[in-house]
């Protein structure tokens, strides 16, 4: 594998997604233990679910109890519906146990990069997306332990922590804004957020504004 020239290329062209998943590894860790997890527990999460949105959303929602959390996790993790089918059709020629190890790994960045290298004619996409993938769960395994264990000392609100989740979605976000019907959804979110954040409970203030967000997608042509 290591060989292959579609593998090197996916390792090089996911190199700034290491470090930069590498941080927020490091800030989920210092959130996650600030929140009462275990380190252990902290970095165990990292390692089965594999889903910055999903475990900083669990972090920040933790306190209002475990529905608050699945409902968060489950509307964050919709988007995979639509991801997963594109990849399953460029990739369904494989055996069982290839697609299911892709599967396992199905986050934005190592996606988008994956779809990108397969419109511009990559030899072999399933080298390519292994080792983006190998790189990301290696950044966010590393930066997790990194936070749990060595900088978790550190006061998330005086290090300003917190604002990494907005930011994350922001970066994430930010490059599928181009077209008229992109920009509407986007102000909708906007909007949708800063009314759930007025006048709704913490726990469903992200639910709630990515529901209302995603039923004006819907409704607006292209």
């Known amino acids: 594998m290591f060989g292959n020239a579609s ?6 062209d996911s190199v700034l997604i290491l470090f930069a998943v590498g941080a927020f590894g490091v800030a989920y ?5 600030d929140a009462g ?27 209002a109890g475990p529905l608050p959390v699945l409902l968060a996790a489950t509307g964050l993790g919709l988007r995979h519906l639509p991801m997963s089918a594109r990849l399953a ?4 020629s494989q ?9 396992f ?11 990108r290298a397969h419109d511009a004619g990559v030899e072999d996409v399933v080298a390519y997306k292994t080792a983006a993938d190998l790189m990301l769960y ?22 300003g922590i917190g604002v990494l989740f907005g930011l994350l979605f922001l970066g994430l976000a930010a490059p599928m804004v181009k077209v008229r019907r992109d920009w509407v959804v986007a102000a909708a979110a906007v909007v949708a957020t800063l ?3 007025a006048t709704l409970p913490v726990a469903w203030q992200i639910t709630t504004a990515a529901v209302a967000s995603a039923l004006v997608g819907m409704v607006i042509d292209e």
Do not use: H, N, Y
Not at 7 to 12: D, I, L, N, S, Y
Not at 29 to 33: I, P, Q
Not at 38 to 63: C, D, E, K, R, Y
């Open 37 to 63: 997890l275990s380190p252990a527990l902290t970095l165990f999460s990292s390692v089965i679910i594999v889903s910055g949105a999903a475990q900083f959303a669990m972090v920040g929602l933790a306190v």
């Open 7 to 12: 593998f090197r290329k996916g390792a090089r």
């Open 95 to 103: 055996p069982l146990l290839t697609r299911l190890r892709l599967a």
């Open 105 to 115: 790994i199905l986050v934005d960045e190592t996606f988008g990069l994956t779809i």
């Open 138 to 159: 290696s950044g966010w395994i590393i930066g997790t332990a990194a936070g749990a264990w060595f900088v978790s000392s550190i006061d998330p609100e005086a290090a």
């Open 89 to 92: 059709d460029i990739i369904e």
């Open 195 to 197: 009314i759930a954040t």
């Open 29 to 33: 860790g210092v959130l996650a233990v």
